[in-house]
């Protein structure tokens, strides 16, 4: 579901469809696809298909990256007001 969610995100292969981007990596991040979370994190970042919301889009790169996912990591690194938050997940200057 990750793969056709991205797909349709960016219009590769398919149609861009934001709605049914939104679906298939919804489905995917609440069986904790990290990869899908990332995706919807980036997706809410710039308002793609949802509203623009940088706390939710934060929650989703926060929930990948509990699992490991890198990209998340960055994404949460660029974001300043959650380095509390990374300091407490991943240790000083890990992330």
Known sequence: MTD???MYCDG?????????????LTKAATE????AQRELGK???????????????VEWFFKAAKQGDEQA???LGL??????RN???FGPGKH
């Open 4 to 6: 056709v969610g991205t």
């Open 12 to 24: 590769v292969g398919t149609p861009q469809d934001y709605e049914l981007a939104w679906f298939c």
């Open 32 to 35: 904790d696809n990290s990869a």
């Open 43 to 57: 997706m809410y970042l710039m308002g793609h298909g949802v509203p623009q919301d940088h706390r939710v889009a």
């Open 73 to 75: 990591q960055h994404e």
């Open 79 to 84: 974001a300043p007001s959650n380095i509390s």
């Open 87 to 89: 300091n407490a997940l």
